[in-house]
């Protein structure tokens, strides 16, 4: 039970976080054994595992929960109970959680009794459960962001998004799984191992939020918190098959969570949902703007969130979208399952009668990763090595690859820090303009309109890779870079005798494209959500998201 | 002309800008000579320099200049002209001016031209001169930004707002000058020498934008262009007796304007406007705001100007103030003056049925000053000094004082900027909370309201000071640290027979209350403008303008 201590070997130190992960997810395992060897794809075992009553819970949207929790018709204990039962058994299968919460059992008791005592829910998120990475603080529980050497670290009161969350109603009950250093597309640390993909154990989950895409894509969760700086979001809910949304900087609050490198401006970090539903995500992020998080973390912009239609109106008074497809970043080709997705889907939408698909041209899309990868590790990662090196932990492979092989995490001066941060909006700039001319004509403002609204492109140059293979981060890193809303959406899986290897194909002659398309074998990937993007102009969160639920007429979706 | 050279010696480089400025104003002079001595306070001049019709015209509010520019009673050629000439006289009197722009007469023309054709404006500034300040740039013109190294710098192109402003039918006729460094609450360089006092020639304009504030000031311009990252709008704006705002940061479009240090983001530089009426300030930003400068400027946010009510309403559904009154930050009482026009304020307020008034007690503002002082120059004051230096132009007292007088003015690692960072969000979350604090209660959704509206407070320790002597910039780099919106407005002036010097008083330790105690002699600062500032919280800019309309029915301000 924490606190933990610092022990004289980094294993006896982390021993006791497994031996605490163990316990805390004992009591809500099945009593029936688990098959041995597990199969590759886990996503069936939660139907011959858990009861009826908490298969049919759990596999409930989160919108259906939220309806049903505040008719009285669900108790928030039933709700909370069945998803630690469903988060303890993704766990064993997908090593998602680092601990799960019995005062998760208190809160939904209190809540339910609140609901008893005065007829009404307390809040719009009354009694549902809701997954948090590690490194988000929770009060008076360890918090090590990934580091063995911050085990330990307690923090001293629970972050604002999750006291936020716990306002509306919500019920914390489990805390999921990042990588060390929070900086891999994957989830593998010296705490708990690998996080693995739900569909395919040989693939990862994704990361850094990792524990909550395998977590969310069991239906252990169907809402969880994880933070994006360079697709920690996107990642893994692509990976493992669920929505996931990359706000705009500063609308959500990421207050309390704890990283190396904290007070870096260059690259704003962002917090954000993971959800198996569409309407998951648009709830919360409204539930959170609702309680003006600017009032106590000042850089939050006090701006509400946008209910009213965003979308543009053709002359019948009806929205109408016209989307952009990036099909290719010209860094690193895309394997067949990708293209095949947004083959299907551009399909359906060029025969829809209010959709208008373009082709968007990608703008130095490697530039974009040489300014953000320049701003990462402005001190030359320092503070990202001394965090792993203070303990005696090995550097995950990963970790190596981000910090010490990278070419440009390289130390800069303050000066050059500038220098970067100009390059970094010019370029933004460049992008902007480029979007701007794709106008029909301006308004009395000299304002340009009938623009490209959104961007539907991939989530990665694959679907999720095997273990220490997430090396480019391009087709997520260029959003981060241009700070545009991005949010991710399930729409097919790969099936290796349709989603052949291209075998004339010569990669380009940067490395990346090469290591990505040796990357591909079709069996390897079997089963493996793909998962595709649509991306917005800054601060169009909103827009986004009603795009996506517009496409949603034409586009049939696993979720 | 342009492009000027940079010549054997600092002083041969500048002459052609001196003789440069002082041809573009000889057309537009007055033929009878000044008086000689001028007298201290230079605002009578005009009516007795200008012809009658010139004097009426650039007497008038913008608001009223932009109706009948609109309606077709007045031409932009006769407004432009009887600006050129209130501008050159305003520059002999205060030497506010760096050139006036004869491409004004032929863009007034091509408006009259425009508007005799079509019957209509072309925008909703048009044919209305507007002046800019001279880092910012103009296409084809020297853009030097107070410093004789970057004589022969031409700008590639309008700064973004003076192309927009452009757009909706401003007119650009005269550039202002700037200190030496932009870092300074005063105008002195070694180009221009020193830009002083309309009201009285022995005190500074206030600075940086100290030639817009001398200029407005003269009305010699109703609409000027500054920039502000410490004060550098609201000094000159207060010194001279005009209104002017520092708007949230990333709302109005800074693209195109040169400094050094360009990239940094620890203390972000805003842009607004000087005007000589309130109603200028904001159809300043509003029409900014409304051609969306963020679609080219990717930093900008992308949130409308809000024409609404911003003031919360009382249980008659009439608007209703909650104000705060800051007297004394604590570190440096202000002069008596400030503190006159503060209790003459304050009592009529308190006699205000819709108005509350309450105290505002200073929280830690010189540890905000330290945060601030130690973020401007985090590069040491390197770039400054090396701007400085390519010439052997001499250093300005001021530029010293900051740069290599300044005790927080250190060079930081990367990693110290950080943490610089960390102390700055924690103080604004610290600030958050106390306005926070001043709740009556909160909303269903948990969120504080019947808090404080706006805080009422003085611009500085006291009006402007004898040049050279503004060196406290603790009552506007606060609201720079916290990101607050800060409108200046004028009260009332000096008068040294009710304005007595506090003989009793005991200055506090830190040295720089001793200072500006000892700088208050009431003779001294005869006919100074006394203006006050109304600070809102973060992007809450047109409710600070709008508590300043509803407040003006029960202040009476000279303007």
Request: hydrophobic share 40%.
């Amino acid at each position: 039970m924490p606190p933990f201590k610092q022990l004289s070997t980094w294993q006896e130190t982390v021993a006791q976080l497994q031996d605490h992960l163990a316990s805390s997810i004992a009591p809500f395992l099945p009593s029936k054994p688990l098959p041995s060897p597990l199969p590759l794809n886990v996503t069936a075992l939660p139907s011959q595992y858990l009861s009826e009553s908490d298969f049919t819970l759990t596999s409930l949207a989160p919108e259906t929960l939220i309806a049903r929790l505040a008719s009285g018709s669900l108790t928030s204990a039933a709700v909370t109970t069945a998803f630690l039962r469903r988060a303890a058994l993704a766990s064993k299968l997908t090593n998602c959680i680092t601990e799960l919460l019995p005062s998760a059992l208190t809160r939904s008791a209190e809540l339910d009794a609140y609901y008893k005592q005065h007829g009404k829910p307390i809040g719009p998120l009354h009694g549902l459960p809701i997954s948090v990475k590690e490194h988000l603080g929770l009060e008076g529980l360890d918090n090590n962001a990934g580091y063995v050497s911050w085990i330990g670290n307690v923090a001293p009161r629970d972050a604002l998004i999750v006291d936020l969350l716990k306002q509306a109603g919500a019920v914390i009950y489990a805390r999921t799984t990042q990588p060390q250093t929070l900086m891999h597309l994957e989830t593998s640390s010296n705490i708990y191992g690998e996080t693995v993909n739900p569909y395919n154990r040989k693939l990862t989950a994704g990361g850094s939020s990792g524990g909550e895409g395998a977590l969310v894509g069991m239906r252990g969760s169907v809402l969880g918190i994880g933070t994006d700086i360079g697709g920690s979001i996107r990642s893994p809910a692509a990976n493992c098959g669920v929505y996931g949304l990359r706000p705009t900087s500063y609308r959500l609050p990421n207050e309390g969570g704890i990283a190396t490198m904290l007070g870096q401006e260059h690259v704003v970090p962002v917090i954000g949902p993971l959800s198996t539903s569409l309407e998951g995500i648009r709830i919360f992020a409204k539930t959170l703007v609702d309680r003006k998080p600017w009032l106590r973390q000042p850089c939050l912009l006090p701006f509400p969130w946008k209910e009213e239609n965003q979308l543009p109106l053709g002359t019948d008074g009806k929205p109408r979208l016209k989307v952009a497809v990036l099909w290719d970043d010209e860094v690193v080709k895309p394997h067949p399952p990708i293209l095949r997705a947004l083959r299907e889907v551009v399909g359906k939408l060029k025969d829809a009668p209010d959709v208008e698909v373009v082709t968007w041209k990608p703008y130095k899309h490697f530039q974009a990763w040489e300014i953000i990868a320049s701003l990462y590790f402005a001190d030359g990662g320092k503070e990202t090595s001394a965090a792993i090196e203070a303990s005696s932990e090995p550097w995950r492979p990963l970790s190596s690859w981000i910090v010490r092989e990278n070419p440009y995490a390289k130390a800069l001066s303050v000066s050059e820090v500038w220098d970067w941060t100009m390059r970094r909006e010019a370029y933004k700039a460049e992008y902007a303009a480029l979007w701007n001319a794709t106008a029909t004509g301006t308004d009395e403002n000299g304002v340009p309109i009938g623009m490209v609204d959104v961007i539907l492109c991939p989530v990665g140059p694959g679907t999720a890779p095997p273990l220490d293979c997430a090396r480019y981060w391009g087709y997520t890193a260029q959003w981060n870079v241009l700070d545009y809303p991005a949010l991710v959406f399930p729409v097919t899986q790969v099936d290796p005798a349709i989603d052949v290897k291209e075998e004339e194909y010569t990669p380009r002659s940067n490395g990346m494209d090469e290591y990505n398309y040796k990357l591909y074998e079709p069996e390897t990937y079997r089963d493996a959500p793909v998962s595709l993007q649509l991306v917005g102009r800054r601060y169009e969160d909103e827009k986004v998201i009603q795009a996506l639920e517009f496409l949603k007429k034409y586009i049939t979706l696993p979720l």
